[in-house]
């Protein structure tokens, strides 16, 4: 069995952890979640939803990386504007045969983990149709488990990618290896991009959005636009009709809330810059228009200035 290291162990990040120590892994989680690590160390983490319901005591649980063996398998599983700590962190920890899979939201994570471990460990990530979330401290729920995809950022061979992949599959997901990562991470960003905002922008559900026509006319806009901006950068989007990909996706957790919303519920920084805001980028680069995911963007950052702090706050755009 493998030994395994996961920065960033909130929603996400502990699914993976239970289902990986269940199957027999040795899982290190590391959660800056104060409440709920303590939960976890006193009663274990308990993972609920598409997999079943388990508790598992892991190897350890902890606020901060201490301690902790080099690992076969180092996931980064935090949010987009936390890769750049959570890399610095990792650095005692990736060994010669340690791959590092880093595994956000958006766009444009990896590069910025690779600028401070560099590229020849790192594999880039990309998860969905999991509706995960913490419902209470040393919990977490998970609305299905739809889609695991990995590959290389720079050197790493084939083999590697599936060893670290079979580390996935012995825990019970479903795992697909990409050799071209651009078009693994649009297949995914398209969806992102319909729902993240528009759920958190109207704290409706993704089936709730599906079902209004009104909020199903801004999630497909954003999504379009994105769709442009990759036909535009070449990039392959193998799922034939790119909006009929995004509503499957979306109906096989109608009642998910992404973690967009979660995070404004919680008052919480928000990752619009990395995937709304990020097609705005994007657009503006190519002088592709994006006018509805700028709007919802700035709807967000609006709603952002109601509970954050300047220093946290995302930076606007207009």
């Not at 950022?153 to 651009?182: C, H, M, N, P, Q």
């Not at 919802?296 to 954050?308: D, Q």
Request: charged share 20%.
């Amino acid at each position: 069995m493998a030994t395994v290291v996961i920065i960033g162990s909130g929603a996400m990040g502990s699914v993976y952890a239970g289902l990986m120590q269940d199957a027999g892994h040795e899982v290190h989680g590391v959660c800056k979640w104060e409440d709920h690590v303590q939960a976890v160390q006193e009663n274990g983490l308990r993972v609920t939803g598409a997999s079943g319901d388990r508790t598992v005591r892991l190897a350890s649980f902890d606020t901060e990386v201490r301690d902790l063996p080099q690992p076969d398998l180092l996931i980064i599983a935090t949010k987009s504007f936390d890769v750049e700590s959570a890399a610095e962190s990792a650095l005692p920890l990736i060994g010669e045969h340690t791959v590092v899979q880093t595994i956000q939201n958006g766009l444009g994570a990896p590069d910025r983990v690779a600028n401070i471990i560099g590229g020849d460990r790192l594999a880039i990530g990309v998860v969905g149709g999991f509706g995960a979330s913490v419902p209470g401290p040393g919990v977490a729920h998970h609305n299905g488990m739809e889609m695991i995809r990995f590959g290389s950022y720079g050197t790493l061979s084939d083999e590697e990618i599936e060893r670290s992949a079979e580390i996935w599959r012995s825990s019970g997901f479903e795992v697909k290896t990409f050799s071209d990562t651009d078009q693994m991470v649009w297949e995914k960003f398209i969806m992102n991009v319909a729902f993240s905002g528009t759920t958190c922008a109207t704290g409706l559900t993704i089936g709730q959005v599906m079902d209004n026509d009104t909020a199903w006319w801004v999630a497909r806009s954003c999504s379009e636009e994105a769709i442009a901006i990759a036909k535009a950068k070449g990039i392959t989007l193998d799922v034939g009709d790119p909006i009929e990909h995004v509503r499957g996706l979306g109906s096989k957790i109608p009642n998910a809330k992404p973690s967009m919303l979660l995070d404004a519920n919680l008052k919480r920084r928000c990752e619009v810059d990395s995937i709304n805001g990020a097609v705005v980028d994007e657009g503006r680069k190519l002088g592709i228009p994006t006018p509805v995911n700028e709007a919802v963007s700035n709807i967000i950052r609006a709603r952002e200035l109601t509970y954050l702090d300047a220093s946290e706050r995302t930076p606007a755009t207009v």
